[in-house]
């Protein structure tokens, strides 16, 4: 498995800022890219060398671009498998269709990271509202139900507080096949970013301290708290067993609550990730160009922090409007997504502060 040479092609399936960030990172390299997403509007095609707008599902276009390209990545999880089962018959496709395949379902998902020993909060498969009562029963309230495919940031989750809620809650989220989640009685949220090279070779960065604000990522901190310190090691070392067993090549990011019994081992995203946006300015090589390098076979780099304290901002809706005070900010780096409409929560740029 010899490494690609600088000038190769890479496909990035997916439009948004993390396949725009992608793509920087492997401009950075010396690699061209080549971008498809269905997306009227593309932050990736702004950075990206070439760009196809087309359906995933098209294999017209899908042979278009195993013959562009020698390598092929994806920037989220919500694309169809089918595509991308298709593609990796045609050329390398990096983090294999396993790992997407695992992480779309969240059932497949805990009963995957659980049977490698991690911890879960308690949950049941619910696909009727007589199977959402018996978990009810079974679990209890306060609960989280959770739609099994097209969540995040919040999106296809309805709080449940007592018994009486469950009809209420099958509704919101359209009568579709779910998981119900017991609370967790946590002190802190953190992820773990594993990067495995396409020899096995396996490193991670450090945990930040992730905060959320109705759902989506406010602020990530480095270093994190004892409470997560302590509870490193073990998510790391979960985090690694997870990427093996799914022959993973790339960045894979494991998301965990810091409990009084261990980490509690919540969500993983098959790919780079919003509390890994620190590493651009904050590690020695960012959780971008570590992808970048996995996917080509190159071998991986640092994640040592770059300063004493570090810290990640997200820009949601009309935060961005800050940037003129936000760029005479000394040690105050400011990434801004290239989007034309900044409505709530919608998320529009980070960023990042580095104390040496």
Partial sequence: ??????????????????????????AQLGYRTHVLAPDAESVAAQTASSYTRADYHSRIVLDEVADQTDVVTYEFENIAIGPVEYLSGKVPVRPGPQSLSIAQDRAREKAFVAALGGRTAPWASVSTLEEFKAAIREIGAPAILKTLRLGYDGKGQVRIRDAAEVEAAWADIGERPAILEGFVTFSHEFSIITVRGLDGALTSYPPPWNEHKD??????????????????????????????????VGVLTLEFFATEDGPVFNEMAPRVHNSGHWTIEGAETSQFENHIRAICGLPLGSTALTGSHVEMINLIGSDADQWPELLAEPATHLHLYGKGNARPGRKMGHLTRVRR
């Fill in 1 to 26: 498995m010899s490494a690609l040479p600088p000038g190769s092609v890479i496909g990035i399936l997916g439009g948004g800022q993390l396949g725009r960030m992608l793509a920087v990172a492997a």
């Fill in 215 to 248: 759902g989506i990522l406010a602020r990530s901190t480095l270093p994190a708290p004892a409470e997560i310190a302590r509870h490193w090691a073990e998510a790391a070392t979960l985090a690694g067993r997870v990427a093996e067993a799914l022959g993973h």
